[in-house]
């Protein structure tokens, strides 16, 4: 049970994720300048997040550890894209609309998900082998 809920809260970080991402995506540069942030790098901060999820899900889970947070992969892959459509869809200005938006993004997701998820992943095994867990069980 208790791999459940880790897995339940690194998936709300993972929803938090898309949706603060496509927001930073959505609010223009005047936005931005007003709070003094820079868009591309709140941007790329914001992909510590999945990392950070899958982190999470990998110390806190009690079995097959490696599996549970490499399971966002294929979620964030479908859900950052579809997110992305339905702004775009509504009339919000996104650099790639429709369709060949979903062409075009599903693979970004992929590759950048299995990157920082991958990366949370092992830092997770590392510190459960380091606390004397049971480490990628």
């Known amino acids: 049970m208790r791999h459940n809920r880790s ?3 690194g998936f709300l970080v993972i929803v938090l994720f898309v949706l603060l ?3 930073t995506v959505v609010f223009d540069d005047y936005f931005f300048g007003v709070l003094g942030l820079n868009p591309d790098l709140t941007l790329t901060l914001l992909w510590v997040l999945p990392a950070f999820a899958s982190f999470l899900t990998t110390t806190l889970g009690t079995a ?3 599996i549970i947070g490499l399971s966002y992969i294929p ?4 859900l950052g894209p ?3 459509f339905l702004a775009g869809s509504f009339g919000t200005s996104v650099d790639y ?4 938006g979903l062409r075009v993004t ?4 992929f590759v950048l998900s299995a990157v920082t998820i991958g990366i949370g992943v092992l830092a997770g095994v590392v510190v459960a082998r380091a606390k004397g867990g049971t480490g990628a069980r």
């Open 106 to 109: 599903v693979p970004i997701y």
């Open 7 to 9: 897995w339940l809260r």
């Open 75 to 78: 979620i964030l892959t479908v």
């Open 64 to 66: 097959r550890k490696m």
């Open 21 to 23: 991402s496509e927001a």
């Open 97 to 100: 609309g429709g369709l060949e």
């Open 82 to 84: 579809v997110t992305h």
